[in-house]
């Protein structure tokens, strides 16, 4: 091979580089893109929680803690949830599953709450018990009463 054709193929090769690494790239940021998203048709963005729907939660719950020790702070989405959270001023001298169970039957809003269950639909409502902090709360999904199987 003579030097001129030599030269020339290189010289080729380095002007193509920079597009196969631009298309490299390009491909791996499709792949790694793809490879993260679901497509599933079962999967579905998480229910929309407005303002509103947060006010009727927060109105159910405040009319039963507003007298007495523990004390009702409010109501926010994350995630397609509604979180409630309540704050006690000591721990409750029960194991966890007991507390799970009384939060479950005593707290949960009942059935006579249809305002609040119609308004929330499907959306998973959890209450959460804490001492002093909330990220270290104690909690339990509610079940809608009027969305039961």
């Known amino acids: 091979m003579s030097n001129q054709l030599k030269i020339s193929t290189i010289n080729k090769i380095k002007s193509s580089l920079p ?3 631009m298309c490299m790239a390009l491909s791996s940021c499709i792949q790694s893109k793809t490879a993260g998203t679901d497509l599933s048709s ?3 963005p998480p229910p929309l929680i407005t303002v509103n729907t947060l006010k009727i939660v ?3 719950f405040y009319q039963t803690f507003f007298m007495g020790d523990w004390r009702y702070k409010g109501s926010r989405s994350r995630g397609g949830k509604i979180n409630a959270y309540i ?3 000591a721990p409750l001298d ?3 599953e007991v507390q799970k169970s009384y939060l479950r039957t005593a707290i949960c809003p009942s059935a006579a709450h ?3 269950w119609d308004e929330i639909g499907t959306t998973p409502l959890s209450i959460h018990i804490y ?3 909330q990220k270290h709360s104690l909690y339990v999904d509610c079940i809608n009463p009027r969305h039961t199987g």
């Open 19 to 21: 597009m196969f690494i």
């Open 42 to 44: 079962s999967d579905q």
């Open 58 to 60: 927060n109105a159910a």
């Open 87 to 89: 704050q006690i001023p």
């Open 94 to 96: 029960m194991s966890k």
């Open 114 to 116: 249809s305002k609040m």
């Open 131 to 133: 001492t002093h902090r």
